[in-house]
């Protein structure tokens, strides 16, 4: 006997079927966030120096609180680019891991045999929200996707799923 003929079901167990982290879209990248802050300061700055040479220096003021709410605003926005969703199937278990901006983790295992995928959908807008349902309890997913995103990512995510339902293959003959 040699260790072709070793039987181990382990790696077919782990084996994962779909596997996806989900994150939330930012158009504007560093450089960009730092140019438009420079635009937005300069031109605050500029119209700032014009009240204040016109007298009226409290709008100075109110330009220089402007520039930095928009800089407070985008910060934010970047910060709560660090959430993430891990969606992992398997041919036993569906692990849904969410991770918040604050660095919480709540983490989730269903059993794919009682989990199916459902969704709400607009007319007009097409998919909203998607849950993974199971003994009666729902779970939204991908949240922060966009209604085309969702499409695709709920096509391959039922596909995952009924390849799980009909559980592992095992193909001695490789």
Request: aromatic share 12%; charged share 20%.
């Amino acid at each position: 006997m040699d260790e072709r003929n070793e039987f181990d079901p382990q790696p077919i167990a782990d084996t994962p079927l779909f596997c996806a982290r989900l994150t939330p879209h930012r158009s504007l990248s560093r450089s960009g966030f730092i140019a438009l802050m420079a635009f937005v300061t300069m031109v605050s700055f500029a119209a700032g120096v014009m009240f204040l040479m016109m007298g009226a220096w409290p709008v100075f003021a109110f330009f220089a609180l402007n520039a930095l709410i928009v800089y407070w605003a985008f910060k934010v926005n970047f910060r709560r680019a660090a959430a993430t969703e891990d969606i992992l199937v398997t041919p036993y278990e569906v692990r849904v891991r969410r991770v918040s901006h604050r660095g919480h983790v709540v983490e989730w295992t269903l059993n794919p045999l009682w989990v199916r995928l459902e969704q709400k959908a607009h007319a007009e807008f097409g998919i909203e929200k998607l849950y993974l349902v199971s003994r009666g309890r729902r779970l939204s997913i991908g949240s922060f996707l966009g209604p085309e995103e969702k499409a695709s990512f709920s096509i391959a995510l039922r596909e995952a799923l009924q390849a799980a339902k009909r559980g592992p293959t095992y193909n001695p003959v490789t």
